[in-house]
């Protein structure tokens, strides 16, 4: 099945600094990822569209200057918490669609194994 | 806007009973219906899918049937297992206004199957 990497898995910062989180297709072409945010005990909550050549699209409250997203191949998608601060500390997970994939009525995104950020 | 509600948990069973987890939803267009499992400390995992109304997803035991004229999609499964212990997340794929298929999650429903 189609694999999704993330790295790193874990991160710890000090508050101020900036995090680079990178999320890869490794077996299959992703025009399209998604980054999700997912609190303690909380379900995932979209952040924003990765689009492949072109701009991010954010949902509704995302910051997209604190946020950059950067999608520059169809393999690779990054995540940039800038000026990171304890709030931003969260589980973030990223998915990608397979674009060599399209079931009638719905399409599968397959997910990341997830980066634990934590800022001091 | 779409979304999906799912008991909350936590769901405490012994081991070979019989789960369910409620699941339902409402959205604007024709969703397919997912289950995910994550267990501690990782991302998610599809367990199964079901893209029209009257499919049945099925994988590890586990199954749900797309149920239009309910809208839900219970998870069950007939005889668990420790190792099914984990967060199950109801989710739907709809028709995004921006053109792509956006997922809707649930809010999880942690279960623990105890030896």
């Known amino acids: 099945g189609a694999v999704v990497s993330q790295h790193p898995s874990r991160v710890i910062c000090k508050s101020g600094t900036s995090v680079k989180i990178e999320c890869r297709s490794l077996d299959f072409q992703a025009t399209t990822m998604f980054w999700y945010r997912q609190f303690p005990k909380q379900s995932l909550m979209l952040m924003a569209t990765s689009n492949e050549g072109s701009k991010a699209t954010y949902e509704q409250g995302v910051e997209k200057d604190k946020f950059l997203i950067n999608h520059a191949s169809l393999t690779l998608s990054t995540l940039t918490v800038t000026s990171a601060h304890p709030e931003d500390s969260s589980f973030y997970i990223c998915?990608?669609?397979?674009?060599?994939?399209?079931?009638?009525?719905?399409?599968?995104?397959?997910f990341g194994p997830g980066t634990r950020l934590l800022v001091l | 806007g779409d979304s999906v509600t799912q008991m909350e948990g936590p769901v405490t069973l012994s081991e070979e009973a019989f789960l369910t987890i409620n699941c339902t939803y409402t959205?604007?267009?024709?969703?397919?219906l997912f289950w995910y499992v994550q267990y501690p400390g990782e991302g998610l995992q599809l367990l199964l899918k079901?893209?029209?109304?009257?499919d049945k997803g099925s994988n590890k035991g586990f199954e749900a049937t797309y149920r239009k004229e309910t809208t839900s999609f219970h998870l069950e499964k007939g005889s668990v297992q420790v190792s099914d212990s984990a967060v199950y997340f109801c989710?739907?794929?709809?028709?995004?206004?921006?053109?792509?298929?956006?997922?809707?999650f649930g809010i999880g429903t942690k279960l623990q199957v105890i030896p």
């Open positions: 998915s990608a669609r397979d674009m060599g994939i399209f079931q009638g009525g719905g399409e599968t995104q397959y």
């Open positions: 959205a604007t267009g024709y969703p397919s």
């Open positions: 079901a893209t029209k109304a009257d």
């Open positions: 989710a739907l794929s709809d028709l995004h206004s921006g053109g792509y298929q956006k997922v809707t």
